[in-house]
């Protein structure tokens, strides 16, 4: 079993919509969460951090359930430049990164 | 300022030829890692370094990867020997701290071709 399992997706929304997407994780001992953007053929990149008691960045919500083990993505009013793949990313101290292998998102205009 | 560099970019080599990946990472940073991302997967990490110390070389698929940082700052991967399974994208990346959990930043990968 992977550690970080993600929907693949695609979810493809119009511009505008919301849409949130889940993953889930399978070391309790994870202790740092994060959300990456990657871009077709690009390096991936810091989104944002996620802390357990959720936080928002602009139009994105992460949220934390340490008892499920799952880490949520949330875009609202969403746009073009948000197609991407986002990757979830979790790891315990002194543990290296773990990568899941993401969730496409495609906004059509 | 300058982000994490590697080159080449792009690597195209026949089965059972060395290769050598080189990442240049953000001046000043401490820790560098390197990843495996497969077609349609996420980074596989391979392996960490704290200045010219390797820490975590777990992620290695076989013996015949190698990587080195003499100096603490630039970093290569050398692949020996390579199978066509060894085609993927190897991707370099710093963080400033020593602490693993600290914001990473990617260089742009070395596409490899495994032929």
């Known amino acids: 079993r992977k550690e970080v399992e993600q929907d693949p997706g695609p979810f493809n929304v119009p511009e505008g919509a919301t849409v949130a997407f889940n993953c889930t994780y399978s070391n309790s001992a994870s202790q740092s969460f994060f959300w990456y953007r990657q871009d077709c053929r690009k390096e991936p990149k810091l989104l944002m951090s996620?802390?357990?008691s959720g936080n928002e960045d602009g139009r994105f919500t992460a949220q934390l359930n340490r008892a499920s083990q799952y880490i949520s993505l949330l875009i609202r009013d969403s746009k073009l430049s948000d197609s991407a793949t986002y990757l979830c990313?979790?790891?315990?101290?002194?543990?290296?990164?773990?990568f899941g292998a993401g969730t496409t998102v495609t906004v059509r205009a | 300022g300058a982000g994490v560099s590697q080159s080449p970019r792009y690597k195209v080599a026949k089965r059972g030829q060395d290769v050598a990946l080189r990442c240049d990472p953000i001046?000043?940073?401490?820790?560098l890692f390197w990843y495996q991302q497969a077609l349609g997967q996420g980074p596989e990490f391979l392996t960490y370094?704290?200045?010219?110390?390797?820490?975590?070389k777990s992620g290695l698929p076989s013996d015949r990867f190698f990587a080195e940082r003499p100096e603490g700052s630039v970093s290569t991967l050398k692949i020996q020997r390579t199978q066509q399974e060894d085609s993927a994208v190897y991707l370099c990346?710093?963080?400033?701290?020593?602490?693993?959990?600290?914001?990473?930043?990617f260089g742009p990968g070395t596409r490899l071709l495994v032929l």
């Open positions: 370094f704290q200045n010219e110390a390797q820490l975590d």
């Open positions: 001046s000043g940073h401490v820790s």
């Open positions: 990313v979790v790891n315990k101290v002194g543990g290296k990164l773990s």
């Open positions: 996620v802390y357990s």
């Open positions: 990346a710093s963080s400033p701290d020593r602490l693993v959990q600290e914001t990473q930043y």
